[in-house]
């Protein structure tokens, strides 16, 4: 009987005692799991690159053994920042060449193309970031320099938001481009009967198409950039908008090798050959990529006067852009990807080009659904159409530094009446109660801190304006951040593996400096991530 006791005993004494094994513990820290009840806890235990179990850092360490224990020192800790609407391989391709972020005039444009030319001998200067609302002289340049610079050697320069593009002469003989040339959706410019070298939106494909091919080393290296840099900034996963298939195919083979890591929903670009690839292979998912969408173009960008208005522009009167493809073409995509059962996210800039989106989602979608249709950017919105959103549960996909930094001149674009309904995230909001919140990189900065920032505080990292930019539609902190994290892996239909820090989903997460949630407005943009983690291993260290 004693002997029975004394077993019994043990056995008790044995299983207070005992733990289990974990790979990683992060401890003593201030964790925002981002959850339904947006819950802050101290502790969490990782084993096979998910989350096991949050609590206290005491619960925690009793209940498991780590093989690597974390001390948070009390920072704070969140889960992997996701940008909702980026262009992660066009960033890293734009690493390789002429950085024109940030120039204030043509001249300082035309200095770094000279630098760059005198390093790199041979082929098309390639550039992008340029935007000539930064400068003293805002209407477009020509390429009368540029023609002057290199005469032999064509030159295809991007706008900030790629819906522009100049070019010299060169380019212009390799195209075969004239006097004269005209197409839907797009725009060579004249002036005095000459090509100015300005082509917007489906007219730089006529120039584009020509720059030689790049091969697999180029893009991989820019893809490893890409992810080198979004690592070191918090981003744990990235929406991809407007791949062709091929570009799948590579980021497919070099995450089964091991070497990217980024997890990436990727939405296919508006072309045949990728509606055939995908429809034939059906949606494809694996830990890191996604493929189930499609990223269709309604209009061009405000900034080079080719999103689609209903009324005129207010500093241009006999022009309202234009549609980038005729309306029976969005109905006829709409419908075959409906019925294949796949995603539409659609860029939408101006209030016609919005509307237009909404008329075709509202007669395919027919009323409340979960297909979750985005509008990307829904930028300016007629105050009519704003409850369509919820009539057809259309998901708005949003940018928030594109307010910040159009807050300079959109006005003078739209006029004051119009501009009320233009970057207007609160009040997308409300209407199913979550949106995306992106970036937009390479257009704005990668950063999601700049997303953070804009969002809560509607203002640029000038402080400028000081009461913020029609503060009326700034996000709360809480909701800024459920659109970098929950919202965003909503977005992408991968709600139930990340973007909150719960038992079962992924273990990605960021330890910053600071606390985004208690710091001073002024303070935001100072913070940095010190360490992000994916699947539970250490992928950045600052």
């Known amino acids: 009987m004693k002997v029975l006791m004394f077993f019994c005993l043990a056995v008790v004494l044995s299983s207070c005692t005992s733990s289990k094994d974990a790979d990683l513990i992060v401890y003593n820290a201030n964790v925002y799991t981002v959850d339904d009840q947006f819950a802050i806890t101290e502790a969490f235990a990782v084993k096979d690159g998910k989350i096991l179990e949050l609590g206290t850092s005491e619960q925690i360490r009793k209940a498991y053994r780590g093989a690597e224990e974390l001390d948070a020192a009390g920072k704070a800790v969140y889960p992997g920042f996701i940008d909702g609407h980026s262009h992660f391989l066009l960033y890293g391709e734009g690493l390789q060449q002429v950085d024109l972020t940030g120039t204030i005039s043509w001249k300082e444009v035309l200095a770094k193309l000279t630098v760059f030319a005198q390093k790199n001998k041979e082929g098309w200067i390639i550039g992008n970031g340029w935007d000539q609302n930064d400068w003293e002289e805002k209407n477009f340049p020509t390429n009368q320099e540029l023609n002057k610079l290199f005469p032999e050697r064509p030159v295809f320069l991007s706008r900030i938001d790629g819906h522009a593009a100049i070019v010299n002469d060169a380019a212009i003989r390799e195209a075969g481009l004239k006097p004269g040339t005209s197409l839907t959706g797009g725009e060579v410019e004249m002036l005095n009967g000459k090509l100015t070298g300005i082509l917007i939106d489906n007219a730089i494909d006529l120039v584009a198409k020509k720059i030689p091919a790049s091969g697999t080393a180029h893009y991989t ?11 070191a900034v918090g981003l744990t996963s990235v929406t991809d908008c407007g791949l062709d298939h091929q570009a799948v195919d590579l980021i497919d083979s070099l995450q089964k090798a091991g070497n990217l890591k980024m997890r ?24 890191g990529l996604n493929v189930r969408s499609f990223k269709v173009f309604a209009d061009g960008a405000l900034g080079s006067r080719g999103a689609c208005l209903l009324r005129p522009y207010a500093d241009k009167h006999d022009h309202r852009g234009f549609l980038l493809s005729d309306k029976k073409h969005f109905r006829e995509v709409a419908e075959n990807i409906y019925s294949k059962g796949f995603q539409m996210c659609t860029h939408a800039i101006g209030d016609s080009a919005n509307r237009e989106i909404l008329n075709v989602y ?20 007629s105050p009519e159409d704003f409850s369509r959103f919820a009539q057809y549960s259309v998901i708005p996909s949003v940018q928030s530094t594109h307010a910040t930094s159009d807050m300079y001149w959109a006005g003078d674009r739209l006029g004051a009446d119009r501009l009320k309904g233009a970057y207007a995230y609160q009040d997308l909001l409300k209407q199913n109660g979550w949106l995306v919140l992106g970036t937009d990189f390479p257009v704005e900065k990668i950063d999601p801190l700049n997303t ?28 800024a951040l459920r659109g970098m994290t929950i919202w965003a892996a909503k977005g992408n239909f991968e709600e139930s593996e990340k973007g909150s820090l719960e038992p079962g989903k992924f273990a990605d997460f960021i330890i910053m400096d600071l606390d985004l949630m208690k710091v001073k407005a002024e303070e935001l943009l100072k913070g940095r991530v010190l360490t992000t983690y994916l699947n539970g291993e250490k992928v950045y260290q600052r």
Not at 264 to 287: C, H, I, Q
Not at 462 to 472: C, D, L, N, R, V
């Open 264 to 287: 990436m929903y990727v939405m296919l670009s508006d072309r045949p050959a990728n509606y055939e690839y995908a429809f034939k292979k059906g949606m494809y998912k694996t830990d």
């Open 452 to 479: 953070f920032y804009a969002a809560v505080v509607r203002k640029d990292a000038k402080g400028y304006p000081t009461a913020g930019f029609q503060i009326e539609n700034a996000l709360s902190r809480e909701d």
């Open 221 to 231: 290296k820019a893809l490893l950039d890409a992810q080198r840099n979004c690592f």
């Open 362 to 381: 509202g007669e395919v979608l027919k009323g409340k659904n979960d297909k979750r249709w985005r509008i990307e950017h829904a930028q300016v919105i």
